[in-house]
């Protein structure tokens, strides 16, 4: 197992497997908020889910209206269960923030590059660690 020390954005502990973009994502007409599926069709991750998923980003993009649509997908139950980016923005912070989704940023090159790899991954936002399995 790999500790990474990271900075805090939303608090909260969660577990799961990684879904890991090299792109931004922009939640406003990006994702569907119905059913957490990735409909940008110039994204890699295209038809892929964040859905239950870790979803590790080097940042956000688009319209601070994507805030809301994160917290719409918490309440579909579509959203992630927790978000690591290289470095957070204020649009998907405010919506992690809003629907309680564990969010961290700051981490190093190395992390980042390791967690590309995918697998299965823990945000601890009380202790600011990511713990990779």
Known sequence: MEV?????I????????????SEPISFLGG??????????IKHPL????????????PG?????VG???IFQMHKNKTGPQGIICLEAEPIIATGAIMAEIPMVDNISEEAMEILSEG??????????EIKLF
């Open 4 to 8: 990474f020390k990271c900075r805090v």
């Open 10 to 21: 939303s608090k909260g502990k969660c577990r799961g497997k990684i879904i890991y973009s």
């Open 119 to 128: 697998g299965e991954v823990e945000i601890d936002g009380d202790k600011a």
């Open 46 to 57: 295209k038809g892929k889910t964040i859905k239950n998923k870790i979803l590790v980003i």
């Open 60 to 64: 956000g993009k688009g319209s601070t």
């Open 31 to 40: 994702i569907d908020p119905y059913t957490g599926k990735i409909m940008d």
């Open 67 to 69: 805030s809301y649509v």
